[in-house]
């Protein structure tokens, strides 16, 4: 029976158990630079679930971390440093949901744990990808979640 | 992914977090710690709350200020429901989470417009009053969002 659902109904089958999703195009990792890969309009969401894939591996060391700046109020990490050095094509990046701790897995592998809290709260601004290496390498990224605010959204803009 | 209109947006909501409370915006409270305010009553039987979330609309004024929250039931025994934390860096557009667990502090523990929410599935309260206690009298203003499930037929929460 689980064949019968048509597109759109396994879609809100997924934003019901997920949140929306909002997904990049590939993209190459930065390089030693702060990338916006989202922006959060309208007033507050709750994120759900964030994961990202490895398209091209990365060619040495470069150690990623994701910050939100909010257009008001202090800008912080939602997800500490890890290096993506050994991570290989099919690789996938999720987060704990604790700012403190290292995007998930700490090791490259194409499973992950993700988000062991019901999410993380952000308040309007931007989603930006820091790295510290040149190196090689593209990846995407899904973005899930729930507006907590009347009209709040997330828009993609990479 | 398709463009959900607004009603499924709120049943999308709805299926997340519950219902949710949104409380106006309001003065820290001043009481330094005597008289705690209520700023939540659960009546009519349990909920579990599943979020709660505050924003300062208004910078905090310097100085050191512990915040507490605090369920009294109507029948039982008090108890904070999460463990003091000082906000004097707190700036304007900052959120404040709880995590879940009584002995965790406010969330994020350093000022931030981002914060990680509710490492449990939610906090069962029993019928009565949360409320939010300082131990100083300082300048700012913030609005508090609760999101909650009746655990009993006819709970329902109410902002104070």
Redo the contacts between chains.
């Keep these: 029976m689980y064949d019968n659902y048509n597109e ?1 109904t396994r ?2 089958i ?3 158990c997920m ?5 990049t195009a590939t993209i190459t990792i930065p390089h030693t630079a702060t990338t916006i890969y989202y922006h959060i309009h309208g007033g ?1 969401i ?1 994120l ?1 679930n964030l994961v990202g894939e490895i398209v091209v591996a990365a060619d040495g060391a470069n150690s990623v971390h994701i910050d ?9 990490v ?1 997800a500490a440093a890890a290096d993506i050095d050994t991570w290989l094509i099919g690789d996938i990046i999720t987060l704990n ?3 403190s701790d290292v995007i998930f897995p700490v090791v490259a592998a194409g499973k992950s744990s993700s988000m ?8 309007p ?1 931007s989603l930006s990808w820091h790295s510290n290496g040149t190196t090689a390498g593209d990846w995407k990224w899904s973005l899930f979640y ?3 605010d ?2 709040a959204y997330v828009e993609a803009i990479v | 992914m398709p463009k959900y209109s607004n009603s499924t947006q709120e049943q999308l909501v709805h299926h997340w977090l519950g219902f949710s409370v949104d409380r106006a915006t309001s003065v820290l409270p001043q009481h330094g710690g005597v008289d705690d305010v209520t700023y939540f009553t659960i009546t009519a039987g349990k909920v579990l709350m599943t979020l709660l979330v505050g924003e300062i609309t208004t910078v905090i004024q310097a100085g050191a200020n512990n915040i507490s929250i605090t369920h009294t039931p109507t029948a039982g025994t008090a108890a904070a429901i999460c463990a003091t934390e000082d906000i004097a860096d707190y700036a304007e557009g900052d959120i404040f989470t709880i995590g879940g667990a009584i002995a965790t502090k406010l969330l994020p523990a350093t000022s931030a417009g981002a914060s990680a929410a509710m490492s449990y599935q939610g906090i069962v309260l029993t019928p009565g009053t949360l409320k939010w206690g300082s131990d100083a009298a300082k300048t700012g203003n913030w609005k508090w969002s609760l999101w909650y499930v009746p655990i009993d037929d006819g709970a329902y929460v109410v902002a104070n």
Excluded: C, E, N, W
């Design positions: 759109s879609q809100m997924a934003a019901f949140g929306m999703r909002v997904d507050k709750l759900t939100h700046t909010p257009t008001t109020g202090s800008a912080s939602i949901g604790l700012y062991a809290y019901k999410g993380i709260v952000l308040t601004g729930v507006p907590l009347d009209g």
